[in-house]
């Protein structure tokens, strides 16, 4: 019951407080915006949650999945944006016709479907490979880091055809909608909200099923798990394309929130910073994912503006007292405060 | 014959861990290995449950050859295997933990709607009843006793319904009373069950050992016969003594 009580808090909170605050004219548009953006962050917390929290595999491309997501949905707004002429930066590069593999993301219902299937197949492809050489640990973290900074490189030339270092910009319309229009913004954050809340739902019964078990057991012996004739690699590799599905679906509400989507989204640094949303939110609870996700980065709006050079230090700080005095998160560290005061049963 | 072995040998960097000319066990049968450190006992347990690969040789289960199948395969035809460190999930309940191991369906899908019928439920039940952990159902594994664990373990390998059953070493650890307890639970299931037992402790084995029992040497066979008969031969007293085994000298 007094579960019910925080998830019901959180849904008012922000499916209904922020968004009347708004209409009535104490939260600015650009608010709204900003915690719609967060809510992207945190579906894809959810699959690193899924991944790292409960199945014990670190990887450290969940950015380069997430960027895929906002991609694919930043070159169909571009190529509507930009009507029947090429995309601007196109035409810098004197690119003259426009590459085969941006034709299909002309319609919308096809880039939707490309944007699933692409970070998936590549997450199954990717998972296969590892997987199978039974790679795990610390040397998974290496590889799936090693290909992130190698996507990253690939995505930073002009010669990908995906606007190099500046990324895809200055998108206009989504189905025909403006994107400046402050109800189309209001309209995403909400969207973001509504997915946030579904993909919650969904890892929520994924990690209550006798699947979300078997994560658990693989996370804490996998040859046990082996001798009990569960097929550990199956069970790794599903999880993994879920993980990369959850980043893409955060990257594709991401785009269109904020204008831009360049390179430096998917460097290591991105996805390195993306599992410490988790650690410090509290690993291996989906509650901690998502708070983690919130938390880090209302703290790094804040902390930007205010003392912009030492983002950095306060969140290794925060990094290290979480790894030393409270490792469970800052979820862990709540749920620790209040079973105190209950009494024991 | 539910496990027949020929030939086995297996070199770990030049040292012969285990050179294994012959093996056999009927079903139902309660087989006890011992020998000193290195003999190659868990080596062999490691090859038939396919966690080692032997250099040459045979192993065939229920007349089928089990040698360079996976362990998941292995696991299915119906072997369980017992490792000597207690290999539970920890984070698990003891609950969750006895209903992972049960025998089902055990894709991805299946796992991902299913649903513990009551038939199961009972199971579980009376398995935790038989290894004692019933009380501590809800409890998360990683908090039993070491003992405790143990017994979940052995309660982890008999859900899966296994024909025969790998123990390594189950009493390492436990007080006299568990030892005595985790005896008489292994002699309870081989009456259903085939069962290779390893073990240190001489009064355990004293215990269990109904049938044959087998000593092992730098890996290879030395004698095997009834624990009388292995009690009073000069050569593994030998084997025992140049070690300063001293369970064996109380007996």
């Avoid at chain 1, 922020?18 to 945190?42: E, K, Q």
């Avoid at chain 1, 955060?250 to 989204?265: D, E, S």
């Avoid at chain 2, 049960?102 to 009376?126: C, N, T, V, W």
């Amino acid at each position: 019951m007094e579960k019910k009580i925080y998830y019901l808090l959180f849904i008012a909170f922000f499916a209904l407080l922020l968004p009347a605050g708004h209409l009535m004219g104490w939260v600015s548009i650009n608010t709204i915006s900003l915690w719609g953006r967060y809510f992207c962050f945190a579906i894809a917390a959810l699959g690193i949650d899924l991944i790292w929290g409960y199945t014990g595999i670190l990887s450290m491309c969940q950015a380069f999945f997430f960027c895929l997501g906002s991609y694919g949905i930043a070159m169909h707004m571009l190529l509507k944006t930009s009507g029947s002429a090429l995309p601007e930066f196109m035409v810098w590069n004197k690119v003259e016709s426009l590459p085969f593999f941006w034709v299909p993301f002309q319609s919308f219902g096809l880039t939707l479907v490309l944007c699933l299937v692409i970070p998936s197949l590549l997450a199954f492809v990717i998972g296969y490979v590892l997987f199978r050489s039974r790679i795990k640990g610390v040397y998974m973290a290496i590889i799936t880091q090693a290909l992130a900074l190698a996507m990253w490189l690939l995505f930073l030339r002009n010669e990908t055809g995906l606007g190099g270092t500046n990324g895809l910009t200055d998108f206009k319309t989504l189905l025909g909608l403006p994107l400046s229009n402050t109800y189309v913004k209001l309209g995403l954050y909400l969207m973001s909200l509504l997915l946030l809340c579904v993909a919650y739902f969904a890892c929520y019964q994924i990690t209550h099923s006798k699947f979300g078990k078997v994560l658990q057991a693989i996370r804490d012996s996998e040859s046990r798990v082996s001798f009990t004739a569960y097929k550990v690699m199956d069970y790794k590799l599903a999880v993994f394309v879920v993980a990369a599905l959850l980043a893409a679906i955060g990257g594709m509400l991401y785009a269109p929130q904020t204008g831009i989507i360049t390179p430096g989204r998917m460097d290591v640094k991105a996805s390195v910073e993306m599992v410490m949303w988790v650690a410090l939110g509290g690993r291996g609870k989906l509650k901690g994912a998502v708070a983690g996700a919130l938390l880090v980065n209302f703290l790094y709006s804040i902390c930007t503006s205010l003392f912009p050079d030492s983002w950095l230090y306060i969140l290794g700080f925060l990094f290290v007292i979480t790894v030393l005095f409270f490792d469970k998160g800052f979820v862990g560290l709540m749920d620790n405060l209040t079973k105190r005061k209950e009494p024991c049963y | 014959m539910l496990l027949s072995v020929n030939n086995l040998a297996v070199s770990f960097g030049g040292v012969q861990a285990l050179s294994l000319s012959h093996f056999s066990l009927q079903p139902q049968e309660l087989r006890v290995i011992i020998g000193p450190n290195g003999a190659g006992k868990s080596t062999f347990l490691d090859i038939i449950c396919g966690r080692t690969k032997p250099d040459t040789g045979e192993v065939y289960f229920n007349d089928r050859a089990i040698m360079g199948m996976t362990e998941v395969s292995i696991a299915r035809l119906g072997i369980g295997r017992k490792f000597q460190q207690p290999s539970v999930f920890p984070g698990l309940t003891v609950y969750d933990n006895l209903l992972l191991a049960a025998k089902m369906k055990k894709d991805i899908l299946s796992s991902l709607f299913f649903k513990p019928s009551q038939l199961l439920k009972a199971r579980i039940h009376e398995v935790a009843e038989k290894i004692g952990l019933t009380k501590v159902l809800s409890s998360i594994a990683g908090a039993l006793s070491h003992g405790q664990k143990q017994w979940l373990e052995i309660g982890i390998v008999v859900l899966q319904d296994p024909k025969l059953l790998l123990i390594d070493e189950p009493a390492a650890g436990m007080s006299d009373e568990e030892t005595y307890k985790t005896g008489e639970l292994l002699l309870e299931l081989s009456n259903n069950h085939g069962i290779i037992v390893i073990e240190h402790d001489m009064k355990f084995v004293q215990q269990i050992a109904r049938e044959r029992v087998t000593v092992l040497e730098r890996g290879k066979l030395l004698v095997e016969g009834s624990f009388n008969d292995i009690r009073n031969d000069q050569r593994v007293i030998d084997c025992y003594l140049g070690r300063n085994n001293t369970q064996l000298e109380n007996l």
